[in-house]
């Protein structure tokens, strides 16, 4: 059984995954709320938040695994990207816990985890695949041949589809993490009511600062009461437009390599429309695509560990070397 921690941004994640895939036990406690009012994730807040956290989580994940520290054969944690104190917080947690209890430590990358929440038991997908990466902070193609890496073929010139939600839905008044309340905010609108221009990059990279840029200037010229009316047509038309951007450039590469099957991962993979477009992909689990510790452990099923007490001096990194 390999034990994995998760503290890379504002969610503290434990999970409990067997060698198989199986999954015993997903803790995820997220720190949304704590970071609402500022409008976006405070690191040193979510740093301070993940240290209080780590403890409690961890044992209800043993706790709802039916499982004891006995039984751990492995402990699995996010090494990089994302915030470096609240990686370390998680980092230093897996050492510690390893140490003490003589174990291998397997250090994943939050990418390869995200893409590895597809290798779970029951239905664990098998490469090759393209797999659309959608989240916070990436916006990724990649050519997946082996469960242990992949290729990047596309990425995004500026922001994340993920980021590009959270800006618009705050343009929209829907608060923080926008995402979903956007996606919530468009099953009442119509999503031809506003054009909004989806920028054609050169090859399989994508853009959506345009796009930000678009609603920015249609709702600062709506009178008030105006864009009260309007906000699902927004929401459903913004919406829209991140979402056909996506799928017409994933559908080019996935035809380009050869009729590649899709698969998509990440937060956005939870967006309602996204799954409706793109579902005849595998789309990742629901309850795995925003991020959590399952996906962790389940990567580092195909990641080298390091033998106790080696890795005692590892260090995380923000951002993909
Ligand atoms: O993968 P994730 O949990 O964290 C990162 O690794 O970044 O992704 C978080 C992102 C946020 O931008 C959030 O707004 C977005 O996923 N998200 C959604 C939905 N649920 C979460 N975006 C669109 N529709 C959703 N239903
Ligand atoms: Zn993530």
Not at 17 to 46: I, K, M
Not at 105 to 132: K, M, N, Q, R
Not at 232 to 261: F, K, N, W
């Amino acid at each position: 059984m390999i034990l994995g921690i998760e503290t890379s941004c504002d969610e503290t994640a434990v999970a409990l995954v067997t060698q198989d895939g199986e999954v015993r036990s997903n803790v995820v406690a997220s720190q949304a709320e704590l970071h609402a009012r500022y409008g976006g994730v405070v690191p040193e807040v979510a740093s301070r938040r993940h240290l209080e956290l780590v403890g409690p989580v961890l044992s209800e994940a043993l706790e709802r695994g039916k499982a004891t520290l006995d039984e751990v054969e492995a402990v699995a944690v996010t090494r990089g990207p994302g915030l470096i104190g609240a990686l370390l917080v998680g980092l230093s947690a897996a050492k510690a816990l390893a140490w003490s209890r003589r174990l291998p430590l397997i250090p994943v990358d939050h990418l390869h985890g995200h893409v590895a929440s597809l290798y779970l038991e029951p239905g664990a997908l098998e490469p090759p695949f393209l797999c659309l990466l959608v989240s916070g902070g990436h916006t990724l193609l990649l050519d997946v041949r082996a469960r242990s890496g992949y290729h990047v073929v596309g990425t995004t010139l500026d922001d994340a589809a993920g980021e590009a939600f959270d800006k618009g839905a705050r343009l929209l008044g829907l608060g923080y993490p926008g995402g979903a309340a956007l996606d919530r905010k468009a099953r009442d609108g119509d999503p031809d009511a506003y054009s909004f221009p989806v920028a054609r990059v050169p090859g399989f990279d994508f853009s959506f600062s345009g796009l930000k840029t678009a609603l920015l200037y249609v709702v600062r010229d709506l009178p008030a009461d105006e864009l009260e009316r309007r906000r699902a047509d927004l929401a459903a038309s913004y919406q829209h437009a991140i979402v056909r951007a996506l799928v017409e450039r994933t559908r080019a590469a996935a035809m380009e390599l050869g009729g590649q099957p899709i698969a998509v991962v990440g937060g956005v993979g939870a967006n309602s429309e996204l799954r409706a477009a793109l579902a005849d992909a595998t789309l990742a689990p629901l309850p795995l695509c925003t991020d959590n510790a399952v996906m962790i452990a389940s990567a580092a099923r195909y990641a080298p560990a390091i033998p106790f007490p080696q890795y005692l001096a590892l260090d995380a990194y923000a951002t993909a070397a």
